[in-house]
């Protein structure tokens, strides 16, 4: 459910209202979220499922730039929830980023009302519940931000604007996974991959008519497995990655990594027949493949599932890594302001510090865990950005994690905080030593991601860097044995989670806090905690602003 109220009206709400951050002049939007658990059969097994209103995906968000966003979720289930916003920059506001570092769970039985303010941002991305395990029950749905009227898009309005969500499925209970890797095993391999909630192929179809062009947003809100996305028989304009214009680029297929999304567009241009949309593991032991109809509306040929098939590439790392190479910005496009992408150099920048980071998975106390330079996260008993608002000593330490990886000492379990300044620009490298394909995703800001590479990083890897037209964006894939080079303007202050995507080693440990910092403690730099902030842990017997109206 959601409805426009605009500036005027709010005004004269502003009395009994919660948000302290209000800016009359762009429009609000108002969502009220049930979350319940549900019976839904993604694989013909009925499961417990995490619903939003009743739906499985939940909901899809539909904002303009600028817009404010009030979500109020009320948490019927037995445990506490939490959403966050994956890619969704949330400037000045890490209170309302929804991750276990930033905001109070919301109780079982209670409420809280996010206040949003999607400021300077255009694209597609996902929301999905950040606690535990249950972003493997459900609980996710789309989040397409549309540029203002006005603002050029690169591309002409499309005939049709769909939304998929892609994921690899376990025919588990979110409880019982969850326990499993609190017992300190692995999760078992997933038994499926879904689009859209369904994992039956055939059991779902798209109509579409002959001759127009379609706007296909995909994300992959799965738990670990990169997967490749390809229409039978249609090529794909790849015109948008979370909120960058890319180069208008063709391809077949394209592979998208855990927390990715893409926006491609696609013609009609084959005859009338049904054609497979395939999603198919990649890089996995176990190859899955799920597929739904493309229809077109004068079609009289039905699909059997003889019709499927994928080819995968001979090399499937080479191709992959050419792939993404390939995936460049726009310069001349306009993003969420009329001015060109390319008008801001982030190639001649420099950088203030260099940051290096690997991951590693071992055994602490008999248990699995995995770190990133030698430091596994354990969560603390307070949300950190409280914790650092209220000035509670205890909680976490800043600089628990060091800038580079730990040649030896083994694995330490902390609350891991790496501190940095306001107006940084940091490069950071993500190093995986690891034979499997690695996702990191940095919240409250996207990155370029100036390089990728098979091997060992060194300075002299910094001649292959694209300085020019790399793509923005806030999740990255790091190939097995390879690297991948980001650049990231520190610009928003606040206490921002970098995690892996995989979402079991998220869990056990692979992933920190970046505290981006200023001494100013300026309200031009960062928003007061919300009035309504739920408070938790140390604390729950602290008093939110209070702000007169
Ligand atoms: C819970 O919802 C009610 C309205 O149903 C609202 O007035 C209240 O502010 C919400 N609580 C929080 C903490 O946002
Ligand atoms: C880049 O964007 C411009 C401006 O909208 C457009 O005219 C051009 O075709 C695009 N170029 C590519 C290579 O996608």
Redesign the pocket.
């Given at each position: 459910m959601s409805w426009w109220i605009n500036g005027g009206v709010w005004k004269m709400m502003t009395m009994a209202m919660i948000i302290s951050f209000v800016q009359a002049e762009n429009p609000y939007r108002f969502f009220d979220w049930k979350i319940t658990y549900g019976t839904i059969s993604p694989l013909g097994i009925p499961l417990r499922g995490i619903l939003i209103n009743g739906q499985y995906p939940g909901p899809e968000i539909y904002s303009v730039t600028n817009d404010n966003l009030i979500i109020n979720v009320h948490n019927e289930l037995d445990q506490p929830f939490l959403l966050s916003w994956n890619g969704v920059q949330l400037r000045k506001n890490s209170y309302q980023d929804g991750v276990y570092g930033t905001t109070c769970p919301i109780p079982p039985g209670k409420n809280y009302t996010y206040a949003l303010q999607v400021k300077d941002q255009i694209g597609s991305f996902f929301y999905f519940p950040s606690l535990a395990v249950q972003k493997a029950a459900g609980g996710f749905g789309g989040f397409r931000i549309l540029s203002r009227p006005g603002i050029?898009v690169?591309f002409p309005e499309p005939a049709g604007d769909c939304t998929f969500l892609i994921g690899d499925w376990f025919e588990d209970d979110h409880k019982y996974l969850k326990a499993v890797l609190d017992r300190g095993h692995k999760l078992p391999l997933p038994q499926g991959v879904l689009i859209n909630g369904k994992g039956v192929s055939f059991s779902s179809s798209l109509t579409v008519h002959k001759g127009k062009t379609y706007r296909f947003r995909i994300s992959n809100v799965g738990l670990q497995n990169t997967l490749n996305f390809e229409i039978d028989g249609h090529e794909m304009k790849l015109v948008e990655v979370e909120g960058t214009h890319t180069?208008?680029s063709i391809y077949t297929s394209l592979d998208i990594h855990v927390g990715q999304s893409y926006s491609v567009l696609v013609t009609m241009d084959q005859p009338d027949k049904d054609y497979p949309i395939i999603v198919s593991t990649k890089f996995a032991a176990k190859k899955l493949l799920v597929s739904s109809i493309l229809h077109y509306s004068n079609s009289r040929h039905r699909l059997s599932s003889a019709s499927v098939h994928v080819e995968p590439p001979a090399d499937e790392l080479d191709w992959s890594i050419k792939q993404a190479r390939s995936i460049r910005t726009?310069l001349?496009?306009s993003g969420p302001r009329p001015n060109p992408q390319g008008s801001y150099h982030y190639g001649r920048i420099k950088i203030s510090r260099t940051v290096i980071l690997g991951s590693s998975a071992a055994l602490v106390k008999r248990k699995q865990r995995y770190a990133i330079n030698g430091v596994s996260f354990v969560p603390a008993d307070t949300p950190l950005k409280l914790a650092d608002y209220f000035k509670i000593n205890g909680v976490f330490k800043v600089g628990s994690i060091p800038d580079k990886p730990r040649r030896r000492g083994g694995m330490v379990m902390k609350t891991s905080v790496m501190g940095a300044q306001h107006r940084d620009f940091l490069e950071i490298v993500f190093q995986n030593r690891e034979k499997i394909v690695q996702s990191y995703h940095l919240d409250g800001y996207s990155f370029w991601v100036v390089g990728m590479d098979k091997g060992r990083w060194s300075h002299a890897s910094r001649r292959e860097y694209n300085l020019r037209d790399a793509v923005s964006r806030s999740t990255t894939q790091v190939y097995p044995e390879s690297w991948t080079a980001v650049y990231v303007a520190l610009d928003n202050v606040g206490m921002w989670n970098l995690r892996s995507e995989y979402w079991a080693r998220q869990y056990l440990g692979q992933q920190f806090y970046l505290r981006v910092y200023s001494s100013a403690h300026s309200l031009r730099d960062e928003y007061l905690l919300p009035k309504n902030a739920l408070l938790c842990g140390r604390a729950s017997d602290k008093h939110t602003p209070f702000i007169t109206p």
């Open positions: 050029p690169p180069v208008q726009n001349t496009a």
